[in-house]
Every structure is written in C-alpha cells, then in structure tokens.
C-alpha cells in the first residue's frame, strides 16, 4: 500500500513539474529571442495567461471535422504527459519506469504527430493538408536520426530504458565526453529542433503559407483545444530538452529521493534545461529559416552525425 | 668518396637553378643549363663504374644510396636530360624568332628545367622511402608551369589536369609509404633506419605480408599514376600534347623512368617480402591493361603529340609487364626496353615539334607531304616511328621481342600473345598515321622550315644510336643492365 | 605520463579525431565556398591538435614541429591564400554538385564503414602492440576516401584544392596514428610540397578564371580523345 502510494506521488511530482515548467521555458526562449532582436519582450510568464486565456475562450469547429478534429488535443495532451512520466528529470530512476522505454518515448511521439497530422488533412483547408504533407517529409527522415541518436546512447548504457541509461551515465562521467556520445548529442540537438518545430527548420511565430509546418497543422484550432495542443508542444520541447541533458550530462541529478538530493537534482536539472533553452533561442535567433527543399539535406546531416556516432562507438569504443 | 659523386649528381642541378635563376641572358642561360645538365650525365658514368666496383653505395646517415639499378637508369634519365637541353637552345631561339615566346618566359623554361633535373635525381638517388616521395611529387610541380608553358586555355586545363591527377595519386603512394613504414618500425632496429630501402631490403621476410600488400596496392596507384599507367594515365595525352616539344620528350623519356624506377624499388621489396607472384600478377595485369588501353586511341587519334603520348602508355605498360613476368630475361628485356624507349620517345616528340612548328598544326590529317616541306625531320619521324613499333633494325625490336621470348619460356603464353596482339594493332595505326603526314603532296602551300642543321644533326645522332642497339649491344651496356637485373631479383 | 593522463590524452584525441571527421562530412554537406574553406581550417585546426597531443601523451617531440607546421599553414595561411583567390576573381559562390548533398551524405556514412573494415584488416594484422592512437587510424582512411569523393563529385576548380588538401590531412593523420609522424626532415619536405602545390593551384586558378568565364571543371572538356 505505502509503495503504491509513494510511487503516485512520486509520478504526481514529476507531472506537476513538466506541466508546471513547460510554459516557463518556452517563455524564457522566447523572451532571449525577443533580446536578440533588440526587444524588450513579454515576460518570461507570459505564457501561462496565454494558456489562462485560450482556456476561457469559445471553441470554433469547422463544420466539416469529424471527432477526430475533437479528440486529438485530448490525445496529444495526453501522450505527452506519459512521455513526461517516463523521461527522468529530477530523479532516475523514474517511478513509472516500467512503463516503457524509448522505443516507447518515439512511438508516443509519432503517435501525437500522426494524429495532428491527420488533423490538418481533416478540416478539409488547404493549409492544413500543406502542413501535414510538409511535416510528415521531415518526419520520415528525422525520426531514424532521433532514433540512432538514441540508440547509441542505449548501446553505451547496455539497455533501452531511459532511466537506466541515465543512471549507467550519471556514475560514470567519464562516458559522457565519448566522442560518440558528444555526435550524438548534436544529432539530436539538430532533431530537437526539427521536432518541436524552430528556426532553422520551422518558425514556430509565423503563420505565412510558405513558412509555416506545424502552426498550419493546428490552424483551426481554438479556445481549450488549442490551449491543450499549446501545452503540449510546450511540454513536448521540455520533454526534449530533458533527454537532451540528462541522457548525454546526467550531471547532479538525483537518484534517491531524499530531501537534498532532491533539491540538486532539481538545481541541476533547472540550470542545465535553461541553458540548453537559450541556446536553442540563440540559433533560432542567429539562423534564417532554411528554404524548404533545403531542410532535407539540414536533416540528413542530422542522419549523419546519429549515425557517425553509432558507428564510432564500434570503432572507438565506449 | 661516395658522397663527392652524391653531392655532385644532387649539386650540379642545384647549381645550376640557383645560376639560372641570378642570370637572364639568353646565351648564360642555354650554357649553364647545357653545362649543368652534361656534367651530371658524365657525373652519372662515374657513379656507374664506382658501382661497377662496390656493387652498392651508401652515404654516411644512410638518406642516398646507388646500386647497378639506379645508377643505370640515373645515366639513362641524366642523358635525356643533356639531350633535351641541347636541343631547347635551337627550339627556343626559334621560337623566340617566331614570337612564340619572350624573354621572361625563357628564362623561366631554363630556370624549371634545372629544377626539374634537380627533383629527378633526388628520386633516384634516395635511400629514404621520405625522400623518394618527396621528390616525385617535386618532379609534378617543377613539371607544372612547363607544361601550361603557352598558355593557351587547353594547356592550363592540361596542367591541371595532371598536377591535380598526380598529386592525388601521390598522395595515395604517401599513405602506402607510411604503411610500409609501420610494418617495419617494429622490425628494424633503429626507426631512423625504417624509412631506408636498403635496411628495409635486409628485413624484408620479417615485415608483414598483409600489411605490405595493402601497401603496394597504394603504391602501384600511386607511383603508377606518375608513370602513366592505366587506368590513371588520362593525364598523359593532355600534358605531353601541350608542353613544348623538348619538355614532352623529357618527361617521356625522364619522368616514366623516374616513376618506373620507384615502382621497382617496391616491387623487388615486396615480392621479397610476400612472395608468391603478388606484386608480379599485379604488375602484369597493369601493364596489359595499358598497352590495351593505348590500343584504340592510338587507332582513333587526331593529335600527333596524343598520339605519342598513348605510345608512352603503352611502352610503361610493355616495361611493367616485362617486370612482372620476373624472369632474369624478362628483367633484361625490360632495362633494355627502358632505354629504348627513352631515345625513341625524344628522338619522336622532337621530331614532331619540329613538324608542328612547320605546320603550325598539330593535327594529323592537317599534315600532308612532309617530305617535300620539311625532308629531314619527315626522314626522321617515318624512320622514328619504325623504330618505336619495333620494326627490326632498331633497338626496341630488341628488346620486345627479349620480353615476348621471356614471356613464352617462363610459361604465361596467354598474356604474351596479348602482347604481341597489341603491339602489332598498334604498328599498324602508327603507320598509316605517319605514312599519311610523310608521303604525298602537300594539301596547300605550307610556309614552316625545318630546324636547324645542329637539332637535327642530334636527332639523327639518336637514331643511330637506335640504330646500333638494334644490330648490337657493346658489352660495357651489357654488364651495366646485368648488374642491375641483380638488383632487380633481390 | 601516468596511466591516467595517457586515457585522458587518449580520450581528447578521439575526441579531435572524431570532429575532424565531423568537419569533413560537414564539408560534404554544405554548398557555399567560403564554408569549405572555414570548416577546412578547422579541420586543419583540430589536425594540428591532435598532433600536439601525441606529442604530450607519448613524448615524440619531433612531430611538435608538424604540428606547429600544420596549425600555421593548413589552418591559417593556405585557407587565408584561398579566401584571397575567391575575393579577386568574381565567381559564384554557390557550388555544383554531380551527385547532391542527400546522396552524397549517404555515401560518405558508407565509405566511413569501408575505411573502419580496412583500418581493422591493417591494424589485426600486427601482432604486438598497436599504439593507442591508431583507433585513429579509421577515421584517417576515411577523411582520405572522403577527399578523393569531394574532389570527383564537386564541379569548381577550388573544391578540387579542399578535396586533395583533405586527402592530404587523412594521410597525415593515419601516419600520426600508427606511426606517431615520420621523421622531422620529412615530414617538413611533404609540408613544402603541398605549400607549393596550393601556390600552384592557386595560380592555375587564376588563369583558368582569366580563359574560362567560371571556375567550373565542366568546362574543361575541350580535351577528349
């Protein structure tokens, strides 16, 4: 009894944090980007009256959706919180970590984009059918870079679950600055940007027909549906920005639950999501969006440098 | 003792650039050039009769070393270099008289064909496998401004071409060298020592086979690419057809031996050292596949000096084939074929510089009745090309038919009867070329004179001596190339 | 040099080894020349690196010269003498490729698993004990096939210099790996060949730019048969 109930506490603990902070640092990116551009910006909070906001407002649904239309914010919202469930954050390992693993965490996250995708075909508008053509081409090549990326980090760790990998790492630290690794860290970093939808691959604030990827997909929404869809990106950033720094520097992080190594591990986690946040404002701020023939071969290099780092863990060795 | 004959054979063309470049005058340049060039050829005889008595010489830290091999191709290439520097001094007076070329430029071609000597016998005189490199891919770019020489738009992308294709290919042996290098650092004592040919010749059954084939296999690129091997010859035509007459003739007849010479260095360190016919195979199958490859262009060509040039393809391939083969009579054969075909090559693309300067065309069927215009140097190109198809009474007759009987008594009958196949194709498309240019009636009034009485005086020099090695070999000539057949079984 | 400062000087120059590679795939992958060159000084960059740290780790103090050579002229004054040749003659920037950068880039990952077996039939061989560095040894034949791809595939004349000086790199590194470099006096001769093949080059560029319109290879044609 006592253990079921500190493993929902526990899983409550880590939700409330991913769905808590989410907003925060998709604000504080987009406040640096506003920095870079000689703006003052909105607040780094701004987001959550944003959230606030669209959660109050009438939804619109166009007459030709189906319960697809309606259904998919729930599901993507909901996915993303399970993901959220299964990627360490503060403490490894993650209560729920039986769960699933990776394979698990890109399943999950095909299954959001294959239902947004489907959404934008589904309001019967030109630009969602745009979007969703467009997304699904980068999807086809960003996904086996995402999964290479991944793997080589499995393959150093010896096993595919997220939490065991970052704790095999988080005690020996010297691992961390295998060449290998370090490739893979930036093929993924390149795949972050693809996913969640950022200059150079994608603007995330346009809503021009040529530009746009994902805000086409979700065009029609609105009100709560699009509050959840928002959020949920959100989360989806964090959840990246998490595997990023914890599957590659697990540094500070806890691996009990104890009061102070709680308090670290949340320290560590902080400072390290915030700077891996600015860093992706500054290359959106310092990158011009890539023509769209040209981000295949921005994603191949992604490919590449996953599958360098695959192959320079057999040659080099762990 | 033996470095007073290194440091004059590597000196004298120092010597001789560092003069030409202080001077400009045309007349100081053409004597210290001429001067240079002829005291390292009779510095090259020296070398030889010193070889004659101490079989090999070695300078003190070991960097230069001469054996019958070297010291016979050493002669050979130190000749056309005295040869063709001969000859420049009426080539250029007349092209200087024509307007063709100005004073800076002359002095430049006197300047680089020094260098170029220099970088030849830095080749050939190294001990250290560095060194060899060193000067092979020096050889390519003393080469590079002589060949874009005219600068006309096909000449620079000629010389390119071939500073781009042989710096790859050199490249390439570079990576072989260090390969070579790293099976022997942990055999040879001291790893001073592991880059010197002779130390690496007294290990050579502890080196590691597997390594040393990966090696050779770079090597053989590498060094075969400088040669004009197929299939990386494709340089060749370009170069040889736009350079000035003298330089493509000493390339033809100077930089293939150069090349051939650091061939066979590793080829007798390998197949010490692997045995089994690894490198020979090999070998035979290049060679082939070049004499092969030489066969249609040479049907099908349109450019006297291309023409030429395949000829220089296919005769490496002929040398490298006769190598392979291994027998002491094909060794023979080959050393013989290597001389052969260095008089031939210059003595023909003199020749047909002379015919191209009267012409003013390089294109074959714009050259018609020769013997009327220019009589002797026609004589001298028809009589030329007999001998470079191995028509007897000239030396490569000789020598061919010393590599096809080789090739017969030591059992590869199928490849020598492909060689014989392509050497008779090829007679065949030479004639009827030369046959065309020299006979008959000039197609229209042509205005071009021959060379000088001197030039062709030496052209015709060097028929006879074709002439006399196809009739009979003195036997100082004999003993030389026995000696360096020695060398050549390891 | 105790054990631990070798696996720490060992760990860095995987590290250098692995990002020279980087910079020649990213090479590979890019279509400005103002790019290849940058990435190529890097590249020499890290090359240069490396050699200094072989001479740390393993004490073979006569590669300290290279090293020095390396970082001074592959990465500063050759990429500066290039920069210089594309600002005089006008020509667009933009590169031509004959197989694109997808293709290419798929072809790249393939030739780095060659060069990994070839690397491993060389190194299996040798019985003993094989340096440290030649793990190194791989990504070297690599960057040698990835130099010889860049130079057969990429249409302008200068792309054709990066690709032999990339090959070049391959070969100095796969001498510092299994080797620790050849002696100094050679080593300095290979550094001045390549010095001049780039003045060279770099002049042929030139004429070529003064004859040709561009400095695209493809239109040097006119010599066929």
């Not at chain 2, 003792?1 to 290194?6: A, D, G, K, T, V």
């Not at chain 2, 170029?116 to 891919?137: A, D, P, Q, R, Y």
Request: proline share 3%.
């Amino acid at each position: 009894m006592n253990d079921t109930f500190e493993m929902i506490l526990a899983s409550a603990f880590q939700l409330f944090l991913v769905l808590a902070s989410a907003p925060l640092i998709s604000g504080i990116i987009k406040k640096t980007k506003a920095r870079f551009q000689r703006r003052r910006g909105a607040s780094v909070v701004q987001p959550y009256f944003d959230l606030a906001k669209l959660l109050r407002k009438e939804v619109v649904v166009s007459p030709v959706a189906s319960w697809l239309f309606r259904i998919t914010p729930y599901l993507v919202f909901a996915s993303t919180l399970v993901i959220a469930l299964l990627v360490p954050t503060v403490v490894t390992p993650v209560p729920l970590h039986w769960i699933g693993d990776i394979i698990t965490v890109i399943y999950l996250f095909a299954l959001g984009r294959f239902f947004v995708a489907l959404v934008g075909l589904d309001t019967g508008s030109a630009f969602g059918g745009l979007g969703s053509s467009r997304e699904m081409s980068i999807a086809s090549i960003i996904e086996p870079a995402m999964m290479l990326a991944i793997f080589t980090a499995a393959v150093t760790a010896g096993s595919t679950n997220l939490s065991i990998i970052v704790a095999r790492l988080s005690s020996t630290p010297v691992a961390m600055l295998n060449p290998a690794h370090l490739l893979a860290f930036s093929g993924l970093f390149i795949v972050t940007i693809a996913e969640t939808g950022r200059v150079p691959v994608d603007n995330p604030a346009t809503h021009l027909e040529l530009t746009m990827i994902h805000e086409a997909m979700i065009l029609e929404y609105s009100g709560r549906y699009l509050a959840l869809i928002e959020w949920a990106s959100q989360m989806k950033l964090m959840v990246f920005l998490a595997l990023l720094s914890n599957m590659f520097f697990p540094v500070g992080i806890a691996t009990t639950w104890s009061p102070w190594a709680l308090l670290v591990g949340s320290a560590a986690f902080f400072c390290k999501i915030i700077v891996l946040a600015v860093i992706v404002a500054v290359v959106e701020s310092t990158n011009a969006k890539l023509r769209l023939f040209r981000v295949p071969e921005f994603l191949m290099v992604a490919f590449i440098l996953s599958f360098l780092a695959l192959i320079l863990f057999f040659i080099i060795g762990a | 003792m033996s470095m007073i004959l290194f440091s004059l054979l590597l000196g004298t063309p120092i010597a001789g650039s560092i003069l030409c470049a202080l001077f400009h005058k045309r007349r100081v340049l053409e004597i210290i050039t001429v001067t240079s060039s002829g005291l390292t050829f009779l510095s090259a005889f020296w070398l030889m009769a010193k070889v004659m008595q101490e079989t090999t010489l070695h300078s003190p830290q070991g960097w230069w070393y001469a054996d019958g091999l070297s010291a016979y191709i050493i002669i050979i290439v130190s000749g056309s270099a005295f040869v063709v520097a001969l000859y420049s001094i009426g080539y250029l007076r007349r092209q200087i008289y024509k307007r063709k070329v100005d004073a800076p430029k002359l002095w430049l071609y006197y300047l680089l064909l020094n260098i170029f000597l220099f970088t030849m016998m830095l080749v050939l005189l190294s001990n250290n496998l560095g060194f060899l490199w060193i000067g092979s891919e020096a050889t390519t770019l003393a080469t590079a401004f002589l060949v874009a020489f005219y600068e006309r738009e096909s000449s620079i992308e000629a010389a390119w071409k071939y500073v781009v294709i042989c710096s790859v290919g050199i490249t390439l042996a570079l990576f072989g060298i260090i390969l070579t290098y790293f099976s022997a650092l942990h055999v040879v004592p001291a790893s001073g020592n592991a880059l010197h040919w002779s130390s690496l010749m007294l290990v050579a059954k502890e080196l590691d086979p597997a390594v040393l084939k990966l090696a050779f296999i770079f090597i053989l690129i590498g060094f075969g690419t400088k040669a004009g091997l197929a299939p990386m010859h494709t340089w060749k035509p370009d170069a040889y057809g736009e350079a000035p007459a003298p330089i493509s003739a000493l390339m033809a007849a100077g930089l293939v031996n150069v090349a051939l010479y650091s061939l066979m260095r590793f080829y007798i360190l390998v197949d010490k050292a692997v045995g089994g016919g690894f490198a020979s195979t090999l070998f035979i199958i290049f060679g082939l596949m070049s004499m092969g490859v030489a066969v249609p262009f040479i049907l099908l060509q349109r450019d006297f000096k291309r023409l030429l040039a395949y000829s220089s393809v296919e005769h490496v391939g002929i040398i490298v084939f006769a190598l392979g083969i291994g027998t002491p009579l094909a060794y023979f054969g080959a050393l013989l074929h290597l001389l052969n075909n260095a008089i031939a090559k210059i003595l023909l693309f003199l020749t047909a510089g002379n015919v191209r300067m009267a012409y003013g065309s390089r294109i074959m069927h714009k050259v018609t009745g020769a013997i009327k215009v220019i009589p002797a140097s026609a004589t001298l190109l028809i009589l030329g090309v007999f001998a470079i198809t191995g028509w007897p009474p000239f030396g490569i007759f000789v020598s061919e038919f010393t590599i096809i009987s080789a090739g017969f008594t030591s059992g590869n009958i199928v490849p020598a009867i492909l060689f014989v196949g392509f050497i008779t194709t090829i007679f065949v498309g030479f004639i009827y070329y030369t046959s065309r240019m020299v006979l008959g009636e000039p197609h229209r009034p042509v205005k071009g004179s021959d060379a000088d009485s001197a030039s062709l005086l030496l052209l015709g020099l060097l028929l006879g001596a074709l002439l006399m090695l196809g009739v009979f070999i003195p036997s100082q000539l004999q003993q030389c190339i026995q000696n360096a057949v020695n060398v050549l079984k390891g | 040099m105790g054990i631990i400062h070798l696996s720490t000087i060992g760990l860095l120059i995987d590290i250098f080894a692995a990002a020279i590679l980087v910079t020649a795939v990213l090479i590979v992958s890019s279509r400005s020349l103002v790019f290849y060159i940058r990435l190529f000084a890097l590249q020499s960059f890290f090359l240069g690196a490396v050699a200094l740290l072989v001479v740390l780790g393993y004490g073979e103090t006569h590669i300290l010269i290279a090293a020095f050579l390396t970082i001074a002229v592959k990465a500063i004054a050759i990429p500066m003498v290039l920069t210089r040749v594309i600002e005089r003659i006008q020509v667009r920037k933009e590169i031509e490729f004959s197989i694109n950068i997808t293709a290419s880039l798929l072809l790249c990952a393939g030739m780095v698993i060659l060069s990994d077996s070839v690397a491993q039939s060389i190194l299996s061989s040798q019985h003993g004990d094989a340096p440290a560095v030649s793990r190194v040894l791989s990504v070297s034949i690599a960057m040698m096939l990835i130099g010889l791809f860049i130079m057969m595939t990429r249409k302008k004349a200068l792309t054709q210099i990066i690709g032999l000086l990339t090959m070049e790199n391959g070969v100095f590194l796969s001498g510092l790996s299994i080797t620790y470099g050849m002696p100094l006096i050679v080593e300095v001769g290979i550094f001045f060949d390549i010095m001049i093949a780039v003045l060279i080059l770099g002049v042929f560029v030139f004429r070529i730019n003064k004859t040709f319109e561009t400095i695209s290879i493809d239109s040097l044609r006119s010599l066929r048969h």
